[in-house]
């Protein structure tokens, strides 16, 4: 495996860029949120506020579950709840400028990672998906 | 990066074995699927017939489809149709037997694949992240 060209490698080369990802805003309401992930068919998707700095993020599961009730899905309450509620805040965030390495370790936990600027803007999202073909390149067995 | 570990790996040692993977069955109700992959926490699982042979795969996202109405999302649909109705069937399968660069290629696009042997039966699944743990094993830059 040619590790030279993997240290070679920055977050930056292989994210996906902002205007790429679907998104939802903080004061959606979860039932928009909802038809966005269902729409975009994305298991779960990074949350922004008004400045488009990365706020969190925001799956399915996380949703269904709040409206999971004792005999069925309260489907009507998510008219009323807004993303901000209960969106994950604590989220690993990488910089562009992160080694392959330092990628690589994120998403071991992560189907994918944010990626923003010092200021907190958002700037993509790091991918397994992206991990795993670039390591492909590099393995030839 | 050392090869020569990599070259000795096979999925039978990477992945889940069958009795820790939360799975539904074929003629289950989609409001049962719903709710285990809502109370597992898992976005998809696999689907299995009554004699545990491996049916296909089913996620929330497909099932979320299904009840996406005009206005909301149509929850009382679910009580009457079955997961053998939407599963996804066209899945790649591996058997346990296979490379562990066989199971790289397999997770490129899909987080997690399943394993069977020559009669059908589930042996388990192949998930990405046991893909990333034992490349960061063998990658020491
Ligand atoms: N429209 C599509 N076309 C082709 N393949 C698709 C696809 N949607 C999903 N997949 C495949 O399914 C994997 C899991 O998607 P999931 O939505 O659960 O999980 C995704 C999703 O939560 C998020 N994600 C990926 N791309 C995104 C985007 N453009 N905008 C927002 N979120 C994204 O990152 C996670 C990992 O993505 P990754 O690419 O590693 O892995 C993806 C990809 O291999
Ligand atoms: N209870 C939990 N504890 C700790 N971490 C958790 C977790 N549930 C999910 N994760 C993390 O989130 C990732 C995506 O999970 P997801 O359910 O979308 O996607 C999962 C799910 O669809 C399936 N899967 C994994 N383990 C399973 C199991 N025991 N039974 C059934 N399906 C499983 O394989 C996909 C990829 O799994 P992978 O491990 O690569 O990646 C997992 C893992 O890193």
């Given at each position: 495996i040619e590790d030279k060209k993997l240290a070679d490698v920055y977050v930056a080369d292989l994210m996906i860029p902002s205007e790429k990802v679907a998104h939802v805003q903080v004061n959606n309401p979860l039932e928009h949120a909802l038809l966005v992930l269902v729409k975009s068919g994305y298991s779960a998707v990074p949350v922004l506020d008004a400045s488009y700095k990365l706020a969190g993020t925001i799956g399915k599961t996380i949703i269904l579950n709040q409206i999971l009730g004792l005999e069925r899905f309260?489907?009507?309450?998510l008219a009323d709840r807004r993303v901000e509620e209960i969106m994950h805040t604590d989220i690993p965030i990488l910089s562009r400028e992160a080694s392959f390495m330092e990628g690589l370790h994120a998403v071991i936990d992560y189907p994918f990672v944010c990626v923003a600027d010092q200021e907190g803007y958002f700037d993509g999202i790091l991918t397994r998906r992206a991990i795993l073909k670039q390591l492909r390149r590099n393995i030839s067995m």
């Open positions: 309260e489907f009507e309450t």
